[in-house]
């Protein structure tokens, strides 16, 4: 598949997670090809980085679903703070641990899991979808929240390897939670690209056994991407591209600088992207 | 300021917040012990290699390491465990965890911000988001780092509450029964919560600050003892192990500057 493969099987209105943490791994030829298409009103389930930045920027999210936004050298995110502050879309806060529960939930198909976190904090004013019910086991009975499974159309990862069936591994020292966002979202809708697709059989020599937690049962559709979560680091491929992140930020400043931006690194196509980050590089 | 068992030796600020957060961790035993931000990262390697040996420390990413040195280059990390931010979750929910997390508002019940400052829904500042802290309030103990002490850090009420304080522990009844906010440590004191209703309490001034400066630069009325302590200095060990072994670069002088 090609991005753009992927992005025809999205729909406005969606509810999409997106891999990754923060500016690290980030499926970002996805995220580029989403920013150039037709779609809009997109949910956005993220440990949240320059992916719902960019698509805030863009002008594609309708709701944020998140517990932070950052971008790790850079720690807040710009062009997602100045979405939140004028008002240009919604918000549902978890706390990062309930972020974990709403997607096992999901995965494992029951309407909600419980926690004691959130209790005494305004989260649970802040996010409706956050209620608290008397456990049914234990003396005295404890007040609980119950962490509603997430309710997702689709979900997007980037690896560092996957053979062209899905099974997928990564070789920096975390997962994050890509995992479980490709089991949580439904059959169809759920797409890796990947540094390299490699034949299967060369699958257990380009990772340890322990690296390869993506199946072909969690994936409908991959996408060879070389250099795909560039800005972002990954690790042990590439490390963050930290200009331009930073030319990125800058494109925050106003209208006019993120048009600019957007005109060098958005809308052009993806190859002619890889292009010039070579050159810059050389 | 000059160190008495040191002559002629002058001690920093970051010097001095450095034990304060070291102190933080004493009586914690063998716990995953996790200092954000550089000075707390000091302080808290300091602690280790000195009077808490047992404390288990994170690289800052994805593993547990025994280096003493708090900037390790990947190759050098003397690896304990593999521990993926997933595993986080194993030793806050099992109550094996003592975090120092920065505060953008922090107020009189301990109470933390880091969401959003003014009216939530339109915020006029949005910061990370509540991250993981009402999580880590509700089930382990928790000490906040404040590098930059003024009025519009310490408030009288939070904007938004992301970390609870004992107010809040105290109206959830036995759900907040693990709830611990142990101190506030700042460029200016240290703080606790050894009062009655659980109200911040000026604990001790670092050498060079008075309880006038602290109070005005507090949004809310402290607690403030008779004769309050100074902060203490470090030992000689404790000095030489910052300088030489922990922070050589001196990053700590960066992050609070000497006065």
Known sequence: MTEEDVVARLRSGMTIAIGGWASRRK?????????????????IVTHGGPDLGLLCAAGKVRR????????????????????????????????????????????????????????????????????????????????????????????????NRADERGNAAYLGPDLYWDDLMLQAAPT???????????????????ANLQQLRISRMMVDGVVEAPGGAHFTLCDPDYPRDEAVQRAYVAAARSPEAWAEFRAEWVDIPEAEYQRKVREAAA | MS??????????????????????????????????????????????????????MTDGEATLIANDRAEVAPGDRVIEYWNPYRSMFDWVWSGRRHVIMGATQVDRYGNQNLAAIGEYDRPRVQLLGFRGAPGNTINDPTSYWVPNHG???????????????WDKAAALGPAGRFVAVRRVVSNLGVF??????????????????????????????LAI???????????????????????????????????
Not at chain 1, 80 to 92: H, P, V, Y
Not at chain 1, 103 to 127: E, H, I, K, Y
Not at chain 2, 227 to 254: F, N, Q
Request: proline fraction near 10%.
């Open chain 1, 27 to 43: 499926p970002m030829s996805l995220v580029r090809a989403i920013a150039r298409s037709d779609l809009a009103d997109l949910t």
């Open chain 1, 64 to 159: 944020a679903v998140y517990a932070f936004v950052s971008l790790d050298s850079v720690p807040l995110e710009p062009h997602f703070r100045a979405a939140r502050q004028s008002g240009a879309i919604e918000d549902e806060p978890y706390d990062e641990g309930q972020f974990h529960l709403a997607l096992q939930a999901a995965a494992w198909r029951v309407p909600f899991l419980p926690t004691r976190v959130g209790l005494g904090s305004d989260l649970l004013a802040r996010n409706p979808r956050l209620t608290t019910f008397t456990a049914p086991v234990g003396d005295p009975p404890e007040e609980l929240v119950a962490v509603p499974a997430f309710e997702l159309d689709a979900a997007l990862c980037h690896l």
């Open chain 1, 188 to 206: 169809g809708g759920r797409f890796v690209s990947a540094e390299r697709i490699v034949a299967t059989s060369d699958l257990a020599a380009e």
């Open chain 2, 3 to 56: 160190d008495p068992d040191v002559p002629g030796v002058h001690v920093t600020r970051a010097e001095v917040c450095c034990v304060a957060i070291a102190e933080c961790f004493r009586g914690d035993g063998e716990i995953l012990a996790n200092p954000i931000g550089t000075i707390p990262m000091i302080g808290g390697r300091l602690a280790r290699a000195s009077f808490e040996p047992d404390l288990c």
């Open chain 2, 151 to 165: 009025p519009k850090v310490f408030v009288p009420a939070v904007d938004t509450v992301c970390g609870i304080g």
């Open chain 2, 192 to 221: 606790d919560f050894d009062t009655p209703d659980r109200s911040m309490r000026l604990r001790s001034v670092h050498p060079g600050v008075t309880v006038d400066e602290v109070v005005a630069a507090t949004g809310f009325d």
């Open chain 2, 225 to 259: 003892p008779d004769g309050v302590p100074e902060s203490r200095l470090p030992t000689p060990e404790e000095l030489e192990l910052i300088r030489e072994v922990i922070d050589p670069e001196s990053a700590r002088e960066r992050e609070v500057p000497d006065t």
